[in-house]
């Protein structure tokens, strides 16, 4: 089965620190897409930031990056100079295409950001 | 306005009665989903659809059942509530792009409690 799981069930940083969330996936596919997906205390989900596996380069959207290693199957998520705004529920998922390209989801990480 | 709209926003039923959660987009994306979200467990998926014509169970489809109306519109319903249907319900639409990546884009959710 295909599975993602995040590690870490909740974080906590000071504002301006950087925080590192992890994710880990398992997969025989060798072609798919990964994403880091926030939910802020508001409800909506909001994506950060996306990774296609056959590109060797990270992504990166301002302040968020990801590292991806995809020989051992991690995808961890880092925030810099962390914002009070940041604060929200932070979930992993990927798009294998053997699941008919459905996302599967880990369950979530819960950043708080403290001032 | 907003892409994805979910009605309601949030409603309260008692064990036994029907409800109806709906969606409907504007991105004119062909794919629709409705997920779960419970404490702990990340997103699951209940129903997806490709098309009107396409409807297909996901990983925990028992006890709800969905109708795609139009490309725009997918409800969902629950034909008898029972307190452990009481969740966070989304929405979700994508567009098939052709490079697999299946980004999926979020209603606000409707929270549902069942008494």
């Known amino acids: 089965a295909q599975t993602v799981t995040q590690s870490q069930p909740e974080m906590s940083v000071q504002e301006a620190e950087t925080v590192t969330l992890s994710c880990t996936y398992d997969t025989s596919e060798n072609n798919y897409y990964l994403f880091w997906y926030k939910q802020p205390p508001s409800r909506q989900m909001i994506l950060v930031i996306r990774?296609?596996?056959?590109k060797q380069q990270n992504a990166t959207e301002n302040r968020f990056s990801v590292n991806f290693q995809k020989a051992a199957k991690s995808f961890s998520l880092k925030i810099s100079d962390s914002q009070l705004g940041d604060t929200a529920m932070y979930f992993c998922a990927f798009t294998p295409p053997d699941s008919n390209y459905q996302l599967i989801w880990g369950a979530g990480t819960k950043l708080i950001i403290k001032p | 306005d907003a892409d994805v709209t979910q009605t309601p926003r949030n409603r309260i039923t008692k064990t036994g009665k029907r409800i109806m959660l709906e969606c409907s987009q504007t991105?004119?994306?062909?794919?629709m989903y409705w997920y779960r979200q419970d404490p702990g467990l990340g997103l699951r998926l209940i129903y997806y659809s490709f098309d009107v014509k396409d409807i297909n169970k996901g990983e925990i489809s028992d006890g709800y059942s969905v109708s795609r109306q139009a490309q725009a519109k997918f409800s969902l319903s629950l034909e008898s509530a029972i307190p452990n249907q009481t969740a966070l319900y989304f929405c979700?639409?994508?567009?098939?792009?052709?490079?697999?990546?299946?980004?999926?884009?979020f209603g606000p959710g409707t929270r549902l409690t069942v008494l």
């Open positions: 991105k004119g994306h062909d794919r």
């Open positions: 979700a639409t994508s567009d098939w792009i052709g490079d697999g990546s299946n980004e999926q884009f």
């Open positions: 990774q296609e596996a056959y």
